[in-house]
């Protein structure tokens, strides 16, 4: 019922930013917590950014400041912006969204991920 896309990955050069989008479709974005996670081959998927429905953001303490998320429920769309992006951000990137169910059991939902690939 909720589908998420996420765009905006590609083959970039280390110092180089992107902007990832991640559309959203089948219910309003406002409802959900939204998170972007990334997996590098060989490890485990960790959440990078995320941002509630109240607007509240997280991000991974070794970031450095050079990533951030916004969300545009007008447009059902969630962003990552990254800045100077580094060899180790090399991952798939995969957007995702929660929320709660009326029975209090917690939904989330998974994007197919878009690649980013740095290079240095």
């Known amino acids: 019922q909720v589908q998420l896309v996420e765009s905006g990955g590609g083959l970039v050069q280390a110092g180089e930013s992107l902007k990832l989008s991640c559309a959203v479709s089948?219910?309003?974005?406002?409802?959900?917590?939204m998170g972007w996670y990334r997996q590098a081959p060989s490890k485990e998927r960790e959440l990078v950014a995320s941002?509630?429905?109240?607007?509240?953001?997280n991000y991974r303490d070794n970031v450095e400041g050079r990533f951030t998320v916004s969300r545009d429920n007008t447009k059902n769309t969630v962003y990552l912006q990254i800045d100077n992006l580094k060899p180790e951000d090399t991952a798939v990137y995969y957007c995702?969204?929660?929320?709660?169910?009326?029975?209090?059991?917690?939904?989330?939902?998974w994007g197919q991920g878009t690649q980013v690939t740095v290079s240095s």
């Open positions: 995702n969204a929660e929320i709660t169910q009326i029975n209090f059991t917690r939904r989330v939902y």
């Open positions: 941002i509630s429905v109240g607007g509240i953001r």
């Open positions: 089948g219910r309003i974005l406002g409802a959900y917590d």
